[in-house]
């Protein structure tokens, strides 16, 4: 598969999105964002960082940029499209994914290793999970307050679109689990179509046992399943 | 604008001695105008100059088969790891910016070791912190520690690289005068070394990174005197902002230039800003430099000539390019929508010449003016205090506290406790190579393909790469640095290092942060002197040269000195991921091993004096620190590392503060899964009775050279074998399980719950802050 990474200035993940997919096997490039196209690629990242320094409010200067533009074109095509952390921001400020993420609860910046229930494991993103139905991996985050009003949340609630939530050990979206104090302990969510996601936890920094834990490359791993079913390769 | 006139008090206010006020003169054949005395003070002062130190700094073992760029030769020294690939790593104090504006004195000092990485052409891929603050429970303190942790953390997290490690110690005398001492570490291949020479008569220079403003004047100056409540608001505005955004293009756009091959010559914008970077860049290059005022992009309108060359606006780089290719830095500053100016050429003249509206308004001599501030012999005196402290015995103390109360309360003083209070706000996961996340001994990071300044793309990762692991310790214990300089010095040293072994690596060399009292004061600056050559004869020892480091003098407040503290920052290789080693214990039923001598019976203290237990329990900051004796160290080390090669030792702990009962305890339960779930394993322990030596001082006394480790009970018999060939002593103490640790000392057993001794140690920097 080729992946394709995007490069807003001040991205700071888009190293480590570009370096877990090589190590998966599978080849991904930069695209940096005042391209106008995406060119031949079968799936986008949309990496962590603080794109534009986050100046304005976390992705919201990032949204204008001519990738941008191209990646709406791609997600509407049907393009898998996987935004994390600052990219699941943007990806929100942006309109392709509902819901808004704000200050942490405890106003702190906050990096641990917290566990996720995979919610729905019916999608591009979740399919490959390991049978526990939950994954271990890094946050790194200061704006991850998960939040969206009632009337969305049922919607998510509904048609499962809401595909990672924060829990404990044992699989179970507690209080104490929350590290963010997001809304329904959610981590990530999908758009209606299935093919865009995001999520606030960086998969992409779990998946080599030498750096903690590999448990994230099942999200990578899904949408790689997911492309080659499609045909694309 | 007209300039002011010199006066003495002009002169005196720029902090400049009648003597080196005649100096210059004598230098110049004339008196400086007004900007020229600026730009004298801060290349004259301690911070750019090192005139009080350079005779000490000289007993550093610099030299050795691994090192590439030395010690004070650049912005930071460059060692060789293997396979064409080095690393470049520094440490640097920002100690009084913190205590004005702690946020704000906090970010820039890491954004200022960044650059110093990234100007060597080296891709910093972490960073570290030593902090020491008063005590939690005065409010002011607590604003000061909550401001520059936000502070670190803000800028690392902002720019991408990993905080892995650090300490943080509190102590009541650095109430006012914090210390943030910022480390970072960068990658690079040997080619790859970039210069700060202004090399190639007719090339321009070019400034690249944000306007200069009136933001951060004459900082260099401002950190080389005494910190007062009135130069600290005098002051506030001397304070640089950071932005750690911009320092991120800059990164990236100084690289990819870097990789073109057009650059000849590359220094960042840091201490004393313009004027330190174009006259250092010329005098290492044994050029002239010439530049013109007007060209320097300018954040604010009618800035005098002084407050350019002065000011340390952040994020700023001077550039020499190879006439006929500046059209590369255009391009490329451009994509990165960074502002660019080329604001003058390199000259043959020797001089640094600034003109300003056509005028010349500097022209100094460049060598004499980086290389030749006057150089002091501080009179030294030992201090008196020493015969009080230095006169505590055994005798005298009462050692009547219960053990079983006093390991939880050490475990909750803040000095011992967890950090994550701290560490949890770095983000130290970023760039996906941190093999050992705060929290153990040392940290540990791997150096693979993207680790490199330039970009990869593209295929599959093929494996190819020879993949490096490299483990880093800060470290220092001032307590007996105070009570005791020289041995206190050694001590640091020897933690490190024992830190690095624990991890499972070997020392390739070190980073020193000397920050201490006024160095008028004669008592003062003994401390610096015996404890400089204890630092000198350790680092000599451990064969890790000294390749730069950071002096910061002038730390006291109205109350009185700090504690001297030479942080140490010592960096270390890990022959291959398999030898990566943590402290905490792995499985149930593994033995519970002490290498090394359960305590020091030729300390008269027993490992007592100026430990934790003293402070805390008997509320002393007294008597003679433990003794390190390096040969012991260093067999134990050789030992361990031969253990963790061989693949017998599962973990390994170093006894610190608090002795054997807290390195037990953290053994137990420091290994921290994920959030809320740490894992819990006990501990039943049995020492051998020693005698003259109560349970107070079996387990928690700080004699050195101690490590706790544990292997598989089939390896056992093995490595007591190879123990008792190599001469070390090592010694069976107990097993891994159950749910409690348990010490048993003679006839005495105490017992304690893990979860409530955890809670103590984990949450006790957070309760202090509520």
């Not at chain 2, 954004?111 to 005590?135: Q, W």
Request: net charge negative; glycine share 12%; hydrophobic share 40%.
């Amino acid at each position: 598969m080729r992946f394709s990474v995007l490069q807003f200035p001040g991205a700071n993940s888009d190293q480590d999105c570009l370096h877990a997919v090589r190590v998966l096997g599978h080849e991904a490039r930069y695209l940096w964002h005042k391209e106008s196209e995406i060119g031949g690629t079968d799936a986008v990242l949309v990496p962590g960082g603080f794109s534009y320094g986050d100046y304005l409010r976390a992705g919201a200067i990032a949204r204008f940029s001519p990738i941008m533009q191209a990646l709406v074109r791609f997600a509407n095509e049907g393009g898998l499209v996987l935004g994390i952390c600052n990219g699941f921001q943007i990806l929100c400020e942006a309109g392709l994914l509902p819901g808004a993420l704000i200050r942490n609860r405890e106003l702190h910046f906050r990096c641990e290793h917290v566990f996720l229930k995979i919610a729905n494991p019916e999608t591009p993103f979740t399919r490959v999970a390991p049978d526990s139905g939950v994954i271990r991996v890094p946050i790194a985050h200061g704006e991850g307050c998960y939040f969206a009003d009632q009337e969305t949340l049922s919607r998510l609630t509904e048609s499962r679109r809401i595909l990672w939530q924060y829990c404990d050990q044992e699989g179970t979206p507690s209080e104490d689990a929350n590290p963010n104090g997001s809304v329904q302990n959610i981590a990530g969510v999908c758009n209606e179509k299935g093919n865009v996601a995001g999520l606030m936890p960086h998969p992409e920094r779990a998946c080599e046992p030498v750096i903690g834990s590999a448990e994230g490359a099942s999200v990578l791993e899904s949408m790689i399943q997911t492309l080659s079913e499609r045909g694309q390769h | 604008m007209v300039e002011p006139e010199i006066t003495p008090e002009l002169v005196e206010s720029h902090g400049l001695t009648d003597d080196e006020y005649q100096r210059i003169q004598k230098l110049l054949g004339r008196s400086p105008n007004y900007t020229e005395l600026g730009v004298f003070s801060v290349m004259w002062s301690e911070h750019c100059s090192y005139k009080n130190t350079r005779p000490l700094l000289k007993q550093f073992p610099t030299q050795g088969p691994g090192v590439l760029v030395g010690a004070g030769e650049e912005n930071a020294g460059i060692l060789d790891i293997g396979d064409g690939l080095a690393i470049a790593f520094k440490i640097e104090s920002h100690n009084h910016p913190s205590a004005v504006e702690p946020f704000q004195g906090a970010t820039t000092g890491v954004g200022g070791i960044l650059r110093d990485i990234f100007t060597m052409g080296a891709r910093p891929i972490c960073a570290a912190n030593s902090l020491r603050f008063g005590s939690l429970e005065s409010a002011e303190v607590r604003r000061l520690f909550k401001g520059v942790v936000a502070g670190i953390g803000h800028y690392g997290n902002c720019f991408g690289v990993p905080t892995v490690a650090g300490e943080v110690a509190f102590d009541p005398s650095y109430e006012g005068n914090p210390l943030v001492n910022a480390f970072a570490l960068g990658v690079l291949r040997h080619e790859q070394i970039a210069r700060g020479a202004a090399k190639g008569v007719g090339n321009p220079v070019f400034y690249v990174g944000p306007a200069t403003g009136r933001d951060g004047l004459a900082g260099a100056a401002f950190a080389s005197q005494d910190l007062t409540e009135e130069s600290a608001e005098q002051q506030r505005g001397a304070v640089q902002v950071g932005d750690p955004f911009m320092e991120k293009l800059l990164l990236e756009a100084c690289l990819e230039l870097l990789a073109t091959g057009a650059v000849a010559g590359i220094q960042d914008m840091g201490a004393a800003g313009l004027t330190c970077s174009t006259c250092e860049t010329a005098a290492r290059g044994g050029t002239g430099i010439e530049i013109e005022l007007n060209r320097v992009p300018q954040r604010s309108p009618g800035m005098s000539p002084y407050e350019i060359m002065l000011s340390e606006s952040q994020e700023r780089m001077l550039i020499i390019v190879h006439r006929g290719r500046e059209d590369e830095v255009k391009r490329i500053f451009d994509k990165w929508d960074l502002p660019w100016a080329e604001v003058g050429f390199v000259t043959d003249s020797g001089r640094m010449v600034v003109r300003h509206e056509g005028r010349v308004v500097v022209d100094l001599p460049a060598r004499e003016l980086a290389d030749e501030a006057p150089i002091y012999q501080r009179e030294s005196r030992r201090p008196a205090y020493l015969d009080e402290t230095e006169s505590l015995t055994l005798d005298s103390l009462s050692l009547a506290a219960d053990p079983g109360e006093v390991l939880p309360r050490l475990l909750a003083w803040p000095t011992i406790a967890s950090k994550n209070w701290v560490y949890r706000q770095y983000d130290y996961t970023v760039r996906n190579g941190t093999a050992l996340f705060p929290g153990s001994d040392a940290a540990v990071l791997r150096v693979k393909e993207d680790s490199l300044p330039g970009l990869v793309e593209g295929e599959a990762y093929d494996g190819s790469f020879p993949e490096k692991y490299l483990a880093i310790s800060l470290d220092c214990n001032a307590v007996y640095v105070y009570l005791d300089p020289y041995e206190g010095g050694k001590l640091a040293v020897a933690e490190a290092a024992r830190n690095l072994a624990c991890s499972g690596a070997i020392p390739l060399g070190a980073t020193d942060n000397l920050n201490y009292g006024n160095p008028h004061d004669p008592e003062l600056f003994w401390q610096l002197k015996e404890s400089v050559r204890g630092v000198a004869e350790a680092c000599a020892f451990f064969q890790a040269p000294v390749t730069g480091g950071n002096v910061s003098l002038y730390n006291q407040n109205p109350g009185g000195a700090i504690d001297p503290t030479p942080v140490i920052g010592l960096v270390g290789q890990i022959e291959d991921e398999d030898a990566i080693t943590s402290q905490w214990f792995k499985e149930e039923g593994d033995v519970i091993l002490l290498l090394g001598n359960p305590v020091d019976q030729k300390d008269p203290l027993l490992g007592l004096g100026g430990s934790a237990y003293l402070q805390v329990i008997e509320g002393l900051k007294s008597g003679r620190p433990p003794r390190v004796c390096l040969e012991e160290e260093k067999q134990i080390a050789d030992a361990l590392r031969g253990w963790i090669g061989s693949g017998v030792v599962k973990s390994a702990h170093d006894c610190s503060e608090g002795g054997l009962a807290v390195a037990l305890s953290e053994a137990c339960f420091s290994e921290d899964h994920a959030r809320q779930t740490p894992r819990f394993r006990g501990a039943q322990v049995a020492l051998d009775p020693v005698a003259g030596v109560d349970a107070g001082a079996m387990l928690f006394g700080e004699s050195q050279g101690r490590i706790i480790v544990t292997v598989e009970r089939a390896f056992l018999p093995k490595v007591l074998g190879q123990a008792e060939i190599l001469g070390v002593p090592l010694k069976e103490i107990g097993s891994v399980g159950g749910e409690t640790l348990t010490i048993e000392y003679g006839e005495a057993s105490y017992t304690w719950d893990l979860r409530s001794l955890h809670e103590a140690w984990w949450t006790s920097i957070e309760r202090r802050l509520e």
